[in-house]
C-alpha cells in the first residue's frame, strides 16, 4: 500500500524505462516490435487518459450537447500510462478544485434547500457550463441559483436531466467562464487512501473535510430505493455537501458526495458515488435528459409501511400519493399496493429492485387494495383488486 502523510507529501517521482541493446536483425526486429507497441501506448493512452467526449443529443432542456469531460487516469502509486503524478499536499488539493465548486440553492414551494455542485464540462462557444450535483439537491425546485467560488457571482440555472434512481443530475447555467474539474477513476482507489470533500456543509460555502477511504463498493440504498456503488469515507460529509465533490491526493473527482449515516453513536460513515458511476449517467442525462430504459408505472408520489390487510395478514405496502397523467392505468391516488406479480415485497429496496429488472412495454399485475373513501389509512372498509399496467419509459421529473 501506498503510505501518505496529508501534511507531508511524498514528492517523489517513479521513474520507468528499460533500456534495449540489441544489434544486426536482431534490432531491427526489436525497434520493429518497440514501435508497434509505442503505438499501442498512445491508442491506450487516448482510450483512457484522453477527454470523454458525449455524442449530440438532446437534453430535457432542450439543448444540443456535445460535452468534453477531463478524465485522468491515476493509479494508486501516482502512475499514469503517460508517466508519473505528483501527489499534493491538502492545501494544493483544496486551491485546485475549489474553482471548479458551486453552491447551490433550489428554491421550492415552501421554502428553499441548499447542496453543492462540481463543474462537468464549460462550453465557450456555446456560452454553457454544465454542473454535476446530487439529484435530491433540485427534487422539487422552482428555481435554480448557482454561487461561484469567488463567493460574489450568483447565475440562474437550468435542469438539464435528472436521475432519482441513482440521485445524479446535471443542470447548466449561461457561462463558458466556468473551470471544469479534473475527473478520475475510481476503480484505482484502495482503502486508505487520502481524501477530501469539498462543499457547503449548513450553507458554510465552500469548506473542505479530510479523510480517507474507509471501504469500497458500498451498496447505499437511495431515497427511491434503488441501491448505488458507493465508496465510504470517514471525511466528514453533512447536509449541503451533497453533489460535491470527494477528491483523491492529486485534486481528481473520483465521487459525488450523497449521504451520510445520522444516528446516535455512529461518526464518520459518508458516502459518496464512485465517479466511473456517476460519469456514466451524466453522459445520459446530457443526451437524453434522462437514463432511457428504465420502467416506471407513473407513480410520481408515494410512501411505504406495514399495514394490517386482515386479522392474520400484515403487508408491507406503498400506498399512490399521485399519479403521472402519462401512465393510462386504473391506479388511483391512494390505492396500496401490497403484491407484484402475485408476490409480496418486504422493503422498498424490493419493491424497487423489482422494477430495476423490468423494461418499458412490460405488463405487471398489481395487487391494490382500494379504500371505500379515498384519503384514509385507518377506520375504512377496503376491497382488493388485481390490475395490470403496461409500464412506461421513466423520462424525469
Not at 41 to 58: E, F, K, M, W, Y
Not at 80 to 109: A, D, R
Not at 235 to 248: F, Q, R, T, V, Y
Amino acid at each position: 500500500m501506498y503510505n501518505y502523510d496529508p501534511f507531508e507529501p511524498d514528492y517523489e517521482k517513479q521513474k520507468q524505462g528499460n533500456e534495449l541493446t540489441v544489434r544486426g536483425k536482431s534490432a531491427f526486429i526489436i525497434v520493429f516490435l518497440c514501435a508497434v507497441i509505442a503505438v499501442l501506448s498512445v491508442l491506450l493512452v487516448l482510450s483512457s487518459c484522453a477527454d470523454r467526449s458525449d455524442t449530440n443529443g438532446i437534453s430535457k432542456d432542450g439543448n444540443t450537447y456535445d460535452a468534453i469531460i477531463n478524465v485522468n487516469n491515476v493509479t494508486a502509486t501516482g502512475g499514469t500510462q503517460g508517466g508519473t503524478v505528483e501527489s499534493l499536499s491538502s492545501t494544493e488539493m483544496y486551491q485546485k478544485i475549489v474553482p471548479s465548486v458551486v453552491s447551490i440553492v433550489s428554491y421550492l414551494s415552501d421554502g428553499y434547500s441548499s447542496g453543492t455542485g462540481v463543474v462537468l464540462s464549460v462550453k465557450p462557444e456555446q456560452g454553457i457550463s454544465l454542473i454535476l450535483t446530487n439529484s435530491h439537491v433540485i427534487s422539487g425546485a422552482t428555481k435554480l441559483s448557482v454561487t461561484l467560488s469567488d463567493g460574489t457571482t450568483t447565475l440562474d440555472a437550468e435542469v438539464v436531466g435528472d436521475d432519482p434512481y441513482t440521485d445524479l443530475a446535471v443542470i447548466s447555467v449561461k457561462s463558458g467562464a466556468l473551470v471544469a474539474a479534473n475527473y478520475g477513476i475510481s476503480a484505482n482507489l484502495n482503502v486508505g487512501d487520502f481524501v477530501s470533500a469539498v462543499g457547503n456543509p449548513g450553507g458554510l460555502n465552500f469548506s473542505a473535510s479530510y479523510g480517507y477511504v474507509s471501504a469500497l463498493n458500498r451498496e447505499i440504498e437511495t431515497l427511491d430505493g434503488w441501491t448505488v456503488t458507493c465508496i465510504q469515507t470517514d471525511a466528514a460529509i453533512n447536509p449541503g455537501n451533497s453533489g460535491g465533490p470527494l477528491i483523491d491526493r492529486y485534486g481528481n473527482v473520483i465521487g459525488i458526495n450523497s449521504s451520510k449515516i445520522v444516528a446516535d453513536g455512529y461518526e464518520g460513515l459518508g458516502f459518496a458515488i464512485n465517479i466511473d458511476t456517476a460519469l456514466e449517467i451524466a453522459e445520459q442525462l446530457m443526451k437524453h435528459g434522462y437514463v432511457p430504459g428504465r420502467a416506471t408505472l407513473g407513480i410520481t408520489d408515494s410512501k411505504f409501511g406495514y399495514f394490517q390487510v386482515s386479522i392474520r395478514e400484515t403487508y408491507y405496502v406503498m400506498q399512490i400519493l399521485g399519479i403521472s397523467s402519462v401512465t393510462p392505468s386504473e391506479l388511483k391516488a391512494y390505492d396500496i399496493i401490497y403484491k407484484l406479480d402475485g408476490n409480496a415485497f418486504t422493503s422498498s429496496t424490493e419493491y424497487a429492485a423489482f422494477f430495476k429488472n423490468k423494461k418499458p412495454g412490460d405488463t405487471v399485475t398489481l395487487s391494490v387494495l382500494r379504500a371505500s373513501s379515498h384519503g384514509s389509512w385507518w377506520g375504512t372498509t377496503y376491497t382488493s383488486t388485481d390490475i395490470t399496467v403496461t409500464l412506461q419509459e421513466y423520462q424525469g421529473n
